[in-house]
């Protein structure tokens, strides 16, 4: 049984902890700082039970967390800081070095490279600010490397063991699709009409040849994405796919450096590589296939599938929110991985090194039948780019009827990927330690 402390009850129902006074209402749609039940639907779905306590219930000798579930890094870090909004009687047992109330940071839902957007430096401020020791403080993250990289950060920083915080990864995104695959929808509700978003293996048919070999959805402008969906229009391959590119949260200055891209040996496209891309972003996007940029954040319809993408391509080429190489990189995997999961889809991904191996380590099914690879082992950002994009070049060139008959050749792990199942007895043999945010308890 997990303790949870809630700071503030209106009619006998806690609202989000650390909420601005100002905005402590019952509010379904969250706070902007913080979110709004969030761990508690986790829990939920997890068959994890809990209790909700308040200032007057809760036992200093029992194992309890004050727990912080943050939104956006900049609300909840920087202009409304989750620590400012600690009442003072919390304050005094979070102190305590004697009692057993915690804090527990639950930020599963990122997974950026520490160093950005600094906001650890601002949690380990606030925390010495605050008074509260480090030991009491335990936060669980996305970025499924973030032990090791919280200690070469811990390294950077010069810091001692006593201000180390209790760092935990867990990969929030699987929990959300194993349940979708059994047409639950992890947050408030299930979603209606969830069934025709996912296929039915009896709408497949072997006769069919698919109008277009690959589905590539993009909603923020990073620069791997730019630099992937230029290169296909530069080299003439954007009819073979079905995709987006929404330019969310779009600005001139965001655009950056595509060059950092390209090895050594691809150096002299340097210049017609950045300048095209810098074009076509501002000529060619917004290009929208269902939601654009300012739906798409509503009711988390970033989630929502459409059949017809998938039944209509072979695979999907995944380009996921962090793709980096530098020393502290890490792996975040998020609900773009397990789309083409739950839609009988094989996958290549741009991510992290390693996001491969880590899929087949949890029991899911890759495809080197189709694809070579060896990318997944690349350190270099630019090598390990290049070898996918090869990839990609190479299938663009295949006779879509070969590339139909390797699809099927891979069916049984399709089914493997899709299976409820398959989600399931991933976890039949482990420990609630294992899970993640368990092992906080």
């Not at 080299?235 to 987006?244: A, E, L, P």
Request: include cysteine.
């Amino acid at each position: 049984m997990i303790n949870l402390l809630y700071q503030t009850w209106i009619n006998k129902v806690p609202i989000s902890n650390s909420v601005p006074p100002h905005k402590r209402k019952i509010n379904s749609n969250g706070y902007g700082n913080v979110k709004c039940n969030y761990i508690e639907k986790m829990f939920e779905v997890e068959n994890i039970k809990w209790n909700s306590k308040n200032i007057d219930t809760v036992n200093p000798n029992e194992i309890t967390y004050y727990h912080i579930q943050p939104e956006w890094i900049d609300l909840a870090f920087f202009y409304e800081n989750v620590f400012h909004h600690i009442d003072d009687n919390v304050l005094n047992l979070l102190r305590d070095p004697n009692n057993k109330v915690r804090v527990l940071i639950w930020f599963p839902s990122e997974g950026f490279h520490l160093s950005m957007p600094r906001f650890l430096d601002d949690i380990t401020w606030s925390i010495t600010d605050k008074g509260i020791p480090f030991e009491k403080v335990y936060m669980v993250y996305g970025d499924l490397n973030i032990e090791q990289n919280y200690k070469t950060y811990m390294k950077v920083k010069r810091f001692g063991n006593d201000q180390k915080i209790n760092m935990y990864p867990f990969n929030i995104f699987e929990t959300n699709y194993r349940h979708e695959c059994d047409l639950r929808y992890f947050m408030n509700h299930k979603r209606k009409g969830v069934s025709n978003e996912l296929i039915d293996a009896s709408e497949l048919s072997k006769d069919h040849i698919r109008s277009h070999k690959f589905l590539c959805k993009n909603a923020n402008p990073r620069e791997h994405r730019i630099y992937i969906l230029s290169e296909l229009y530069r080299k003439g391959y954007q009819d073979q796919t079905i995709h987006s590119f929404l330019n969310r949260y779009f600005t001139p200055d965001s655009i950056g450096n595509l060059r950092s891209y390209l090895t050594q040996e691809d150096m002299h496209l340097a210049n017609t590589i950045d300048s095209y891309g810098k074009q076509w972003l501002k000529e060619k996007t917004p290009i929208i296939l269902d939601h654009n940029a300012d739906t798409i954040g509503d009711d988390m319809n970033q989630r929502i599938l459409t059949k017809e993408h998938f039944t209509e391509t072979y695979f999907s080429f995944v380009t996921e929110t962090v793709f980096e190489s530098q020393p502290g990189s890490p792996l975040f995997v998020t609900e773009k991985t397990y789309m083409p999961f739950v839609n009988y889809h094989p996958f290549i991904i741009t991510s992290g090194t390693g996001c491969l191996q880590y899929l087949k380590d949890q029991g899911y099914e890759t495809f080197p039948e189709i694809f070579d690879e060896s990318y997944d082992n690349i350190n270099n950002r630019a090598e390990r780019l290049k070898s996918i994009m090869n990839n990609i070049e190479r299938i663009c060139k295949m006779d879509i009827k070969e590339l139909h008959k390797l699809y099927w050749s891979v069916w049984d792990k399709l089914e493997h990927n899709r299976n409820p199942v398959s989600y399931t007895h991933l976890r039949a043999h482990e420990t609630r330690e294992d899970l993640g945010c368990p092992r906080v308890v």
